[in-house]
Nanobody
Framework: VQLQASGGGLVQAGDSLRLSCAAS????????MGWFRQAPGKEREFVAG????????YYADSVKGRFTISRDNAKNTVYLQMNGLKPEDTAVYYC???????????????????WGQGTQVTVSS
């Protein structure tokens, strides 16, 4: 299984970015997908998750209303649209996958089996 995250970069506060995570080696439509991030000196934290059926999306309070997670099962890809970026969004962003994860566990990194390599997002003020 491979998860390849991309789309990070250096932007200014208020700008937008769209992260992508392309999955291979798994039956993508059976997998719950999540985005997590880790800032320097901080623990990894949940950002957003989407169920395998796209029936539910979940967000950390800090990104609600600004970030949108979506998936395209035909392309084996999950996206994170990030609008209104703030300096505190600066982090390495990771995508993660777990087969048909219970929604109550979506926000916990330990629930996921597979992780991508991360993509750096830097937001300047």
């Amino acid at each position: 299984v491979q998860l390849q995250a991309s789309g990070g970069g250096l932007v200014q506060a208020g700008d937008s970015l769209r992260l992508s995570c392309a999955a291979s080696g798994l039956f993508f439509s059976d997998y719950t997908m999540g985005w997590f991030r880790q800032a320097p000196g901080k623990e990894r934290e949940f950002v957003a998750g989407i169920t395998w059926s796209s029936s539910g999306t979940y967000y950390a309070d800090s990104v609600k209303g600004r970030f949108t997670i979506s998936r395209d099962n035909a392309k084996n890809t999950v996206y994170l649209q990030m609008n209104g970026l703030k300096p505190e969004d600066t982090a390495v962003y990771y995508c993660a996958a777990r087969g048909r994860l219970r929604t109550t566990l979506i926000g916990y990194g330990s629930s996921y089996d597979y992780w991508g390599q991360g993509t750096q997002v830097t937001v300047s003020s």
